[in-house]
């Protein structure tokens, strides 16, 4: 079977990667962007495109070449203005339909899509396939619309609505990612201010984040990536939509909490109250993960305190990360 990973070099299609080249019967095409960094493994990718700019008939010609029985969209931006958001999130996903639809049919596509697309969720409840989705934001209401674009196209396609992926590589776009480099530079400058001490030095490092009060559904980026294989495997056609998540939600204080036992980092985490207005807006997520269990035998098998081993040991060594 051969299944193309578009974004292949990003936090999730990196482990995406990964994942199916584990698995037996399994030949991976890698898709990257032009101006993107490459994984040493794949010198050279099966095809280089930026979804956000591409021309779809540009793109069936190189789809027909490669005749994927399935393609994993892992591409989209998380940051960046209206304007990268839109091109990336909503259109990328059109162009892709419309490319597929044209040159490879009858292949499945598994789209990534975000919990973003809900807006806030109601303490207590749970968000599943048929929760509405009420955006918040730009970054929310872009990959809403490519959802949309894949429910709609008439392939056979399913939309992984993933919650808050985190673990080894996490990208310093995301909390997870950022609170790791900060501690692990906040240790740096501790223990170089013990080194040119002349007495006994106690550790004084502040990091300074956020409000961290809103609870979060996190989900191991490894078991998002065995939950994409299954769903580019899986015999019959694909269910819709499926979330996915660890099922917890959580404060995302414990995520603070976690990283400080794993680093040992003995300074203080300073909430500011700051935080950003959509954290604020969206103070409660939580995913109903029973559809993904009952259609494509999908648990996660991460906790969080593996995902949080994960994530600190692989910022050791930039390097280990996959890039964003």
Known sequence: MRILVLGATGFLGGHTVRHLRALSGVRVLVGARPAGPVPHSDPTPDLTVDLATADPAELADALRALAPDAVINCAGAVGGGAVALAGANARGPAVLCEALAAAAPGARLVHLGSAAEYGAGEPGRPLGENAPARPLGVYGATKLAGTLAVLDSGLDAVVLRVFNPLGPGSPAASLPGRLAAELRLAM?????????????????????????SAHRDFVDVRDVARAAGLAATTPGRAPRLLAIGGGTARPVREVAEGLVRESGFRGRIEESGGGSARSAAVSWQQADIGAAGRLLGWQPRYSFAESLTGLWAASKDPAEAPAR
Not at 190 to 211: F, Y
């Open 188 to 212: 740096r400058h501790d223990a170089d201010d013990a080194d040119d001490a002349d007495d006994a030095h106690e550790p004084d490092a502040t990091v300074r984040v956020g409000d961290l």
